[in-house]
């Protein structure tokens, strides 16, 4: 069964450092969004993405946050310079047909910022 | 988007049926019933998803009532692997673009041996 892939698993950064956090969509899917789930909080959205360009962002995907598809296939989450309260689980999960909520999400990557 | 109402936890017996209810007195004509769950700190996982029929998978039934303003998920014979938090979200289902998934707290399910 295809799968939505997400690296690194687990990525440990300084405060201020940029992160790049990677997705690998569902083949022949066309929506990806992100979200993120600090420890203990609930699963929240960041940005949806088709077409190659955002359809919507949460108050949460700020300036430090940018998101692009640069070769067709992965789908990045770029955070600029990194904060202590980025320190979470990002999820990246994918659809295929228009408006479909059937979701596909990755298996995560916990991101932890010192 | 309808708000939804769901008890804060759950306890259930391991091979009986778990039920999960979920409230949505808001819901409108064209909003669809969405469950997911979440295992531990896994990605969240689509379960099934309903407008006013009964639905049926490999993983849930889900029963909607006539007045669309509550549903009960069931998982028929649960097994330790179906510990979770199970989320109940209702969204409009077919429509253009990229449609964001608003999660709430969710039931915490607990099956025990």
């Known amino acids: 069964e295809p799968e939505v892939t997400q690296t690194p698993s687990h990525q440990v950064t300084q405060m201020g450092q940029e992160v790049i956090l990677r997705c690998v969509p569902i083949s022949n899917h066309l929506y990806f969004y992100w979200y993120r789930q600090i420890l203990g909080q609930k699963v929240e959205f960041l940005v949806s993405f088709y077409n190659n360009e955002i359809s919507e962002k949460s108050e949460i995907f700020d300036d430090q946050f940018s998101v692009e598809r640069p070769d067709g296939s992965n789908f990045t989450l770029k955070i600029r310079s990194t904060k202590l309260e980025d320190s979470a689980m990002y999820f990246c999960?994918?659809?295929?047909?228009?408006?479909?909520?059937?979701?596909?999400f990755g298996p995560g990557t916990r991101l932890t910022v010192l | 988007d309808a708000k939804t109402t769901q008890p804060t936890s759950m306890d259930c017996a391991e091979g009986r049926a778990a039920n999960l209810p979920c409230n949505h007195s808001t819901i409108s004509g064209n909003e669809y019933v969405y469950w997911y769950r979440q295992i531990h700190s896994q990605g969240p996982q689509y379960i099934i998803h309903g407008l006013k029929n009964n639905e049926t998978n490999e993983m849930a039934s889900l029963i909607i009532t006539e007045d669309r303003k509550s549903s009960t998920l069931i998982l028929p014979h649960a097994t330790l692997r179906d510990t979770a938090v199970y989320y109940c979200i209702v969204r409009r289902g077919w429509i253009q673009g990229a449609q964001k998934l608003v999660f709430g707290q969710g039931t915490r399910l607990t099956i025990n041996p």
């Open positions: 999960a994918t659809s295929g047909l228009a408006g479909r909520n059937e979701q596909f």
